[in-house]
């Protein structure tokens, strides 16, 4: 199957800096990428469409300013959580969609503290 | 907007066992996707089946198939002869097609899964 990459797999930092997380194709092009954020023991929710060359869609009640996504390729997303809170700490999922199927990197645990 | 609906929190089955874990959802569109996705404790989503809304043949994949009602709006997933590995979340998730294929996914809130041995 697709294997879509996340890096990095888990990150701590302080309150008031900026992080970024990487979410690669590494086998397909994808034009599309999404960005999910899960709570513990809650379910994935979509925050936001990347889409490769034209800026990111985001969903109701995500803020666009805090939650920077650029698809500068056709195998690389990247979401920048700026001044990053401690209720910004989540697991932080990405995904990219081959043969109509969605594949998920493998999340990003970001703790701010 | 769609919603997903999965009514049971946690199920727990023997090993070796049957069981049927139950998904609902709620749209406008007639053309959608269906798919059951698995999280175990490592949080990597897995693909265990997907169902095309205009196929009324039920999906199968070795030993999980659905039951998918598209009346009812209910796509139920049937786990059969349970493993040990088989233990973790499901999660029922929606796509719609009238986003012209850019549309994320709608997740239902998960069923945790026991495997009793």
């Known amino acids: 199957g697709a294997v879509v990459s996340q890096h990095p797999s888990w990150v701590i930092c302080k309150s008031g800096t900026s992080v970024k997380i990487e979410c690669r194709s590494l086998?397909?092009?994808?034009?599309?990428m999404f960005w999910y954020r899960q709570f513990p023991k809650q379910s994935l929710m979509l925050m936001a469409t990347s889409n490769e060359g034209s800026k990111a869609t985001y969903e109701q009640g995500v803020e666009k300013d805090k939650f920077l996504i650029n698809h500068a390729s056709l195998t690389l997303s990247t979401l920048t959580v700026t001044s990053a809170h401690p209720e910004d700490s989540s697991f932080y999922i990405c995904?990219?969609?081959?043969?109509?199927?969605?594949?998920f990197g493998q999340g990003t645990r970001l703790t701010v503290v | 907007a769609q919603t997903v609906t999965q009514s049971q929190p946690e199920m727990s089955v023997q090993e070796a066992e049957t069981v049927t874990l139950s998904c609902t959802y709620d749209t406008s569109e007639s053309d959608y996707y269906l798919f059951w996705y698995k999280q175990p404790p490592s949080r990597q989503m897995i693909l265990v089946i997907r169902?095309?809304?205009?196929?009324?043949q039920n999906a199968t994949e070795n030993r999980f198939s659905v039951n998918f009602q598209k009346a009812a709006k209910s796509f139920s997933l049937k786990i059969s002869d349970s493993q040990l590995g088989d233990a973790a979340m499901y999660f029922c998730?929606?796509?719609?097609?009238?986003?012209?294929?850019?549309?994320?996914?709608?997740f239902g809130k998960g069923t945790h899964l026991i495997i009793q041995p």
């Open positions: 169902q095309e809304a205009y196929k009324q």
């Open positions: 998730a929606y796509r719609g097609l009238t986003g012209g294929g850019a549309d994320g996914l709608t």
């Open positions: 995904s990219a969609r081959e043969w109509g199927v969605a594949f």
């Open positions: 086998d397909f092009q994808a034009t599309t």
